[in-house]
């Protein structure tokens, strides 16, 4: 039988949720094409605000990898948005030209920031707060410019002003209401949270309506009502989203404050559903993704052919942790003659819980500060228990307060996990059938934890209650990824020990659950593999991450960027010229100096690269690798009267010694000629600083988000003995480094003072060097060997479809 084309606009969290759920209960039923407008696979929303904040990076926030996509014969097409939907004849037609048919249909587009409509809202340093174009347009804006104003106190504008405050802004919140987020907290639990942010650094502006943005390209300040007026570089609007449905309105779909659905998801018209926060549901947008997954589960079902109850509203329950603070909050927040309210104010531990009753039924939930009894609540309010026989004590009393007891009454339908739907029954179920040992594993069977993540904790309590005395040794453990219960430690231990050579063996005899693995444990494997084998393993290519793998950067918007190699940040101008002629040949649409003192050329496409690498003639500068990228140098003695040392010559040695060395994450170096750090080397993964009579060396600095200072590692006499530390301290890092671990991170958890030790010993630098030299030399100019080979042009750099371009 012919699979019915299935087609999705939108490749957000709530319709890959949907196609999840297809493909789990009728994996051959349907031919799946996926349309995004955003140029990535599916990723964690929720989690922007980390990411703002610097507490993640983009890969951590991945739910699909495109590796998915591929697994699951889905059809992907990203950076390319829908623009009409023709209903008589089941197509759509994208901004590129393109036509797909199908017969049936999902529209998740999910929804825009509202941006309010006053003077001066079109300036450039205007943005919302709902994709990763906004964060990393906030990132750029934080490098130049130092006042922030965001507007709307509500929890998507207090994470976007604690994201700016860790980029070092000056952040002002600006907010039309008394309170900060009136819609969940009333005013005790309010005023907390404003005196526990103006200690972190917010200032507020309660009570303001902004009428006008001011500057004149660029931002330069608010005007509020009131005729006062407030500097701003950047103007963050974060006061509500807007369903994305102009599309299905000018389509002829019936839409209101969204695309109208029935109880089954279905539009007005036929063979066309609509999920998420796109859709109106009894004249209800949702925003929080708890409804959304509900939702996303009738219409598969529905579309599979599968029995389904109705999809017939959502209680929304509302964890949040808002700058370090924990909060919940669900239903009634306020008082009124017919309520009655159980209060818990203590000031002195922060914490602020408040029951609202209504007939005897809890009607409402405000938790600050401490919100482990939220589940128990919850479920009491959704299920309309009467509490007129409890006291206000067991009302509140936690399962947490009781330990292992209280999980075990735990009734089995309480929901752990809102923003997926998940209760302690199906954890369970899911621990004792598949096996599960670490919250990891259960998160990846159920979804539980998937989303926000704050479930975590009591997922743990609850695998710990199920195993019983299992639980503790598990519970040690952060496992490699979901497909292994093993560590990185205990892999590393398991290859040496068994003598394991390829992934493939890895996966087989250490018993993956993934036959194929996934894109968190194909690259470390590769990776440790190559450390392990150092002159023996092949590179599996294919299990690298995208950038590594294409030897190239992959830009937004599906180009590529091309750095030579520049050592020490030295040119000629024989090089500048070839660099110039391929620019003006290729018609490379941006030719810019970056930051490790380099040239790059950006916007380049695929089937260019080789072409390019071949004339420019010149070595790869792994902008995009997890290896050393660059050695950062000032002029140093050779023509600085300051410089007391010849930096460049040390950093050029360095960069040619140390280039193409796969590391666990990307290594940055940096050689200043003195102590005025013109290279910046106290930033640096590595930074060295000449002084009389020798060179100090730094270890362990970052000079992204994450600011850190370099340690003093050690201070030596001469070049050679900075190649033999930097080259035994590098090594060292390889060996016992987690992959994608930066230098920063891991200095941290083993200790300067270890390192130090370890590298004090002449033999012990002795030896790591001479594993390092021997790592060294099986590498090869990728770039040449990619223009002699006519294998690797095929595979990797000739496709010309944009979806087979995204799966490679």
Known sequence: MDKKKLVMIGNGMAGVRTMEEIIKIAPDAFDITIFGKEPHPNYNRIKLSTLLQGDTTFDDIIMNPLDWYEKNNIQLYIGEAVTKIDIAEKSIFTEKGRRVEFDELII??????????????????VTGFRDIQDCEMMIKVAKKYKKAAVIGGGLLGLEAARGLLNLGMDVDVIHLMPDLMERQLDPIAASMLKKELESQGMNFLME?????????????????????????????????????????????????RGIVVNDFMETSAANVYAVGECAEHREIVYGLVAPLYEQGKVLANRLCGKETAPYEGS???????????????????????????????????????????????????????????????????TKREDVSGMTSVSILQSVDSGGEENIAAMPDDELVCGCNGVTKGSIVEAIRTQGLTSV????????????????????????????????????????LCGCTTLTRDEVVAEIKEKGLTSIKEIMNVLEWKNEEGCTKCRPALNYYLGMIYMDEYKDDRDSRLVNEKMHANIQKDGTYSVVPRMYGGVTTAEDLKKIAEVAEKYDVPLVKLTGGQRIGLFGVKKEDLPGIWDELDMPSG??????????????????????????????????????????????????????????????????????????EIYVAGNGGVDLRAGDLLCT???????????????????????????????????????????????????????????????????????????????????????VDMLKN
């Open 716 to 802: 030596v006499k001469t070049q050679d003995d900075v190649m033999e530390m930097a080259g035994a301290y590098l090594q060292y890092y390889r060996e016992t480094a987690s992959y994608l671990e930066r230098t920063s991170k891991w200095l941290d958890r083993v200790g300067l003072k270890h390192v130090q030790e370890i590298l004090a010993d002449k033999q012990t630098r002795k030896a790591l060097n001479v594993r390092l030299d021997k790592t060294l030399e099986k590498y090869i100019e990728p770039w040449n060997e990619a223009i002699q080979n006519e294998q690797i042009q095929d595979k990797y750099y000739k496709t010309l479809k944009l």
């Open 622 to 695: 792994y902008a995009y690798g997890k290896t050393l990228r660059t050695v950062k140098t000032c002029v140093g003695a050779q023509f600085c009267r300051y410089g007391t040392q010849d930096s460049m010559s040390l950093g050029i040695e360095l960069e040619k010694k140390f280039e193409r060395l796969d590391t666990p994450h990307k290594v940055k170096m940096g050689v200043s000629a003195c102590p005025r750090n013109c290279a910046e080397s106290g930033i640096k993964d590595i930074g060295v600083v000449g002084i009389d009579g020798g060179w």
């Open 208 to 256: 303001k309506q902004t009428v006008e943005i001011l500057g004149d390209d660029h931002v330069m300040g608010l005007r509020f009502k009131d005729g006062s007026e407030i500097e701003a570089d950047l103007v963050v609007m974060a006061i509500g989203i807007s369903a994305n449905m102009a599309m299905a309105k000018t389509s002829g779909i019936y839409v209101n």
């Open 440 to 479: 990891d594993q259960v998160s990846s069977c159920t979804n539980a934890g998937r989303s926000c993540g704050r479930c975590k904790p009591m997922v743990g309590k609850i695998l710990a209650h199920t195993l019983g005395n299992s639980f503790n040794a598990a519970l040690q453990k952060t496992s």
């Open 315 to 381: 209680v929304t329950g509302t964890g949040l942790k808002v700058s370090g603070v924990d909060l919940f909050s669900a239903g009634e927040i306020l008082d009124d003659s017919a309520t009655k309210s159980i209060k818990v104010h203590n000031e002195f531990d922060g914490v602020y819980k408040k029951i609202v009753i209504r007939e005897n039924r809890i009607s409402g939930i405000v938790l600050y500060g401490d919100t482990k009894d939220s589940t128990k609540l919850f479920r009491m309010l």
């Open 108 to 125: 998740a587009t999910g929804s825009d920031s509202f941006i309010l409509p006053i003077p001066g809202a079109d300036k450039e340093g």
